[in-house]
Every structure is written in C-alpha cells, then in structure tokens.
C-alpha cells in the first residue's frame, strides 16, 4: 500500500468521497455556500483520480513494435488535463468569491459557537487531510516516476489551501462577524490555483510537444558523456519527456575504434542513469558515434629531391616537386606527386592548396605568407619526410 | 623501470602531438626526463616552439632532451610512448610501451592516478602488478617538483561462472591458480593503496575495457600471455579500449 500507486490513489478517491460528504453536507446545514461548493468541487476531483488510475495502469503496458516507449505518454496528457482542471477550480473558486463579495447575501450564514467546531472540521480538518494525502500522493508520484499521480498530487494540496483559506473565513466570521472575510482569502486561493495550475498544464504540454529536459538536464548529460575516457565531444543532443521517462538522443563524437563503441556507449548510459536517477525513474538513451568534426584542409610540402634520397626542402624555392596532400583530423590521408611548375603560386592555386610546409633550420618565425597570395608557409621541426608520417 | 625517462617519437600529425602531450604529462607525474625522438636533421628549438604541445602546462625544459635516428639505442626496461611499430621486434619487446589511445592526459590535474591490473592464474597477471606497483611507487615518491600525489591499483580478475555457485559472489567462481596470484599481488602492493575487483562478466575483454571506464582508470597494466596462440586478451583490449594501455617488457632486464 504505501509504495504502490495504485493503492496510493484508491486512497485518494476514498478521501475525496468522504470530503464530498461532510463539506456538502455541512455546507447546506450552516447555509455556506463556499463549503458547499467546495463539497461540490470535490466531484471532479474523483473523476480526475479515477482517470489517474486508468492511466498508471495504461502506462505500465510494456513498449511493442506498435508503442517503442510503452503508453508513458499518458501521463503527460492526464497532467495536460489536471492543469486544465485546476484553471477551472481556480475559476470557479474565484468566480463564487467575487459573487458572494460583491453580491451575496451573507447573513444567513450560521456560524455561531453550536457550528463553529462542525465549520472548521468541514474545512481546516479536510485541509490537513488534502496537505497529508496530497504530499504523500506526489511522494509516491516521484517515487514511481507517475508524474499524473504528482500532478493530482499537487492539485490536491491546492484544494488543501482552499480548506484553509475558507477555515480563516469560517474563523473570521465568527471572531468578528463578519461573514465576508473568506471571499478575499479564496481570492487568494484562486491565484494560487492558477500558478500551480500553469505550471502542471505547462509541463505536461511541453512533454506532449517533445520540450526538451530543458538547459540544466542537457548539462547533466553532456558532462556524464564528455567524463568517459575516448568521449571527444557531445555533436548533437535530443531529449524530452515521455511520462515520467527521460528520453535522450546523443551524438558523441569520438576518434574510438567501431569495437570500443559498445564499451562506451554503456559507460555513458551508466553515468547518465546515476546523474539523472533523483528525477526520472527511467532513461531510454539512444547513442550514435561520429568522428570528430574538424577542418580538412589540402596542404603542399616542397620536396627536395638529391641523390635519390627525398628530403623537406629549406624553401619552395629550392623544391625540385611538391607533396600535395589532403589532411583529416591532423593526419595525411592523400597525398600525390606534382613536379615544381615555374609558377609556383599558379600551381599550388590550382590545387586549392591552403599551406605549405618547408623545413628551414634556422626559421622560427611564426607562420608567413606566401608573396601575393593566402597561402601560409609553415616551417616543419625535420627534414625528414617520416615526421610527417610519410614512407 | 630501468631509469626515470620516457621516450616519445617526435611526428608532425595531430596523433604524434597528442603522444608528445601525454609523454610530457606523464613525466610531469613521475618526475621524469622527455626524450624526444625525432629524425635527423631536427630543428629541437622547432620542436620546443609547437606552443599548443606544452601549454597550458610546459613540462620544464631542462627535463627535454633529443635524440637522432630511428632506432636509438635503449636501455632494456625503457618507458616508450606511442607508436614505435616499425621499430624491430626483438628491440620492442625488451622495453614497456606506452599506448595512450588517442589520450593527451596522464590523467587529471590534482587527482591520484588509477591503474588497473587485469590477471589471471598465469604470470602475465604478476608481471603486470610489479609493473604497475614500480609505476606507483614513482608516482608517489616525493618529488622535488611536487608531482607525487599518491596513486590507486585495482587488481582485476574476471572468471567464467560456476552455474552450481550463487552469481552474486564472484569471489566464489574463481580458480584456485587465481586466488594464489591474487594473494602474491596483494603482497607485492602491500604498501601501495589498492584494492582487488573480482568479477564474473561476460567476457574477459568487456571485463577489462567495461571496468577500466567503469573505475575511470588512467591506465591498464598488462603483460603478454605465454603460450596464447590465438586471440591474446592484451591485443583485443589494445585494439578495443579507449584507456591508455601500457605493456610490460618480455624479456627480463
């Protein structure tokens, strides 16, 4: 009973059947129209719990071809629905203290000593009561990763508020007689309704919209990747909420061989998991590895060719050929021969070349450019084709 | 390790920098010499001069010293990082290669080392601890430069499972033969922090590369199986883990 939802919920329902008798009842019996509406109130709220059970139970059904993510969106939409209900308790709620504020006659409101106890049992009695279950019920809603059980939750600590608000009326009423005192404190009430309401019909509607975690579970998850060794970066990162689930869709960038990537890719979902335990029961992470994105560039090695044996020439100009080479993620991956041309610039333009590296002892100045062009001269540290990684 | 110097080629590409890097991380740890191997002729001031190998953290340069030609020669039981794969065989074998995976860190600043030594009941296991203690114990030797901050060993065994014993006490499952050695490596790392992870994974090589992720080791410690034919546990974990690895000589000293 105290962990499983279900349970947890009969519970609720059973409690909104007992408040629906004593604050209809005592509401008609002391002639209180804001109890008895309360009372009333309360009806919907059973509907709305006995719609939360059909839904855990629906969201329990396991995923299949048809379903990937099981029926845990269901959720989302019954917090969609609870937001959309708590605007019109909230409506109602403020509608009925504007009317008996400004137009209802109060003075057949009987709160005298004989209805005091019964007024406060119906109010802030139920109140605590709300406050007690309506914790408990978002305890058991986080525990088990329901987030409509926490919404529910939440809207029934909302109806805790306005036990309280109308108890301070009841309360007022009676010390001073003055039996309009509880309308500005629903007023009150109502807002917070609305603000709690929002933010239920906000979250649930951005699950159904496929929000993102939002800034802060994006870092979670972009540290826990970037914290595996061979992890060179997060490229891409996808997530939202499917009920109570986290989903995530991750491109990591890594220089790993295809064999390390299952390695890695259950390291990274270990970490993920233990980083985002505390708010999502369950994370689907979906992993794909890409090499890291960077710069390919073509460059050219002046080439000095004497007896037979190849060296780095000291300077274009003295290069008998050039090395035109196509260079990935810092290494030479193509390479071809072109016998020095006259016209150097023409020749190393025409092989769209962006460098070129020549190897001259005394140099140490930073890179310069080639005489009329955008071509940057580099000097390499040997003369040795092998520095280079070439045969 | 016969001398407190680790050998590095010096290459131009991306992958040869990253080598430099993590060599001149390592010696800052072990408080040792970088000898920079690099081809003939070799402007060393050029080497010195690659800002983006020794920022943000120069290794100090009179640690720095160059030597020339291809295949210099070394001292048995020698530290060699990177890629020597043309080097001849024998001359390889008689020293311990360093391979960092593509790694440009030893491991973070201000954090004890990890290594993790996988064996088993055969010697490669053994040979593996002492590397991996003599390795330790130069880490956490006080060093002039303040480098020592201690260091952490995970000996690591994983074992087929018994179907007749409890799954959730691998300790059970293991052999004889690996206990024994179990208990020579707790002797040998007697004054070294350190602590054993016993296993029943899958197999030995997720075993190994999942928990050196797993323990966010620095480095695994292994040496060459004798009489392995085909499929040496330590070529499928070079060729599949993304933690540096690091093998021990196979011939004695």
């Known amino acids: ?391 | 390790m016969s001398e407190r110097t680790v050998y590095v080629r010096f290459r131009e590409s991306r992958s040869g920098q990253s080598e430099l890097r993590y060599a001149a991380s390592l010696c800052r740890r072990l408080d040792a010499d970088l000898m920079v191997i690099a081809p003939e002729p070799c402007s060393s001031m050029r080497v010195l001069g690659l800002a983006d190998v020794w920022s943000p953290d120069p290794l100090r340069r009179e640690l720095i010293r160059f030597a020339s030609g291809t295949t210099p020669h070394l001292p048995t039981g020698s530290l060699l990082v990177g890629d020597f794969g043309d080097w001849p065989k024998n001359e390889l074998l008689r020293h311990h290669r360093l391979y960092p995976r593509d790694q440009e860190e030893f491991c973070p600043p201000k954090t004890p080392p990890k290594l993790l030594v996988p064996f088993g009941k055969g010697g490669s296991g053994e040979r593996a601890g002492a590397l991996a203690v003599s390795l330790s114990r130069a880490m956490s030797d006080p060093a002039p430069s303040g480098a020592g901050h201690g260091s952490e060993i995970v000996f690591y065994h994983t074992t087929w499972r018994n179907p007749a014993l409890p799954p959730a006490l691998p300790r059970l499952h293991m052999h004889p033969g690996s206990a024994a050695t179990q208990a020579r490596l707790d002797e040998l790392a007697r004054d070294i922090n350190h602590r054993s992870r016993i296993e029943t994974a899958s197999d030995v090589v997720s075993g190994i590369v999942g928990s050196a992720l797993a323990e966010n080791a620095d480095l695994i410690v292994m040496a060459r199986g004798v009489g392995t034919c085909l499929g040496s546990y330590m070529d499928r974990v070079l060729a599949r883990t993304t933690v540096p690895v690091i093998v021990a000589l196979e011939v004695s000293p």
Request: glycine content about 10%; proline content about 4%.
């Open chain 1, 1 to 391: 009973m105290k962990r499983n939802p279900t349970l947890v919920m009969v519970a609720v329902a059973a409690m909104y059947v007992i408040q629906i008798v004593t604050k209809v009842g005592v509401g008609r019996y002391i002639r209180s129209p804001m109890i008895e509406g309360d009372g009333w109130h309360m009806v919907s709220d059973l509907f709305a719990a006995l719609i939360v059970i059909g839904m855990i139970r629906l969201s329990k059904v396991k995923p299949s071809e048809s379903f990937p993510f099981g029926l845990k969106m269901v959720e989302s939409l019954g917090e969609f629905a609870v937001g959309l209900s708590m605007f019109w308790l909230a409506f109602s709620v403020g509608r009925e203290a504007l009317t008996g504020l400004f137009g209802h006659d109060h003075s057949s409101v009987r709160i005298g000593r004989p209805y005091l106890s019964l007024a406060l049992g119906a109010t802030a009695g139920n109140a605590a009561f709300s406050w007690a279950v309506g914790r408990w019920q978002t305890s058991v809603g986080k525990s088990s990763g329901h987030v409509s059980m926490i919404a529910d939750g939440q809207e029934t600590i909302s109806d805790a508020r306005i036990g309280v608000a109308t108890a301070l009326g009841v309360v007022g009423e009676y010390l001073f007689h003055a039996p309009w005192l509880e309308y500005p404190f629903a007023l009150g009430v109502a807002i917070l309704i609305v603000k709690t309401g929002g933010e239920i019909f906000l979250r649930g509607l951005g699950s159904l919209m496929k929000r993102s975690l939002g800034a802060e579970f994006n870092a979670k998850i972009r540290e826990a990747a970037v914290s595996v060794r061979g992890v060179v970066g997060v490229e891409d990162l996808r997530t939202f909420r499917s009920g109570g689930d986290a989903v995530c869709n991750i491109k990591i960038a890594s220089r790993a061989p295809n064999c390390a990537h299952i390695d890695l890719k259950n390291e990274i979902t270990n970490r993920v998991h233990e980083r985002l335990k505390g708010d999502f029961p369950k994370t689907w992470l979906f992993v794909r590895f890409v090499l890291p994105e960077t710069p390919r560039r073509r460059v050219a090695v002046a080439i000095r060719e004497e007896g037979g044996r190849l060296s780095v020439a000291a300077s274009h100009l003295v290069a008998t050929r050039f090395l035109i080479c196509d260079v990935e993620d810092g290494e030479i991956v193509r390479r071809k021969d072109a016998p020095a041309a006259p016209d150097i610039l023409k020749l190393l333009r025409e092989k769209r070349v962006t460098a070129l590296y020549a190897h001259d002892r005394s140099a140490l100045e930073p890179p310069k450019l080639l005489l009329g062009s955008d071509i940057e001269i580099r000097n390499l540290a040997s003369a040795d084709l092998s520095a280079l990684g070439l045969p």
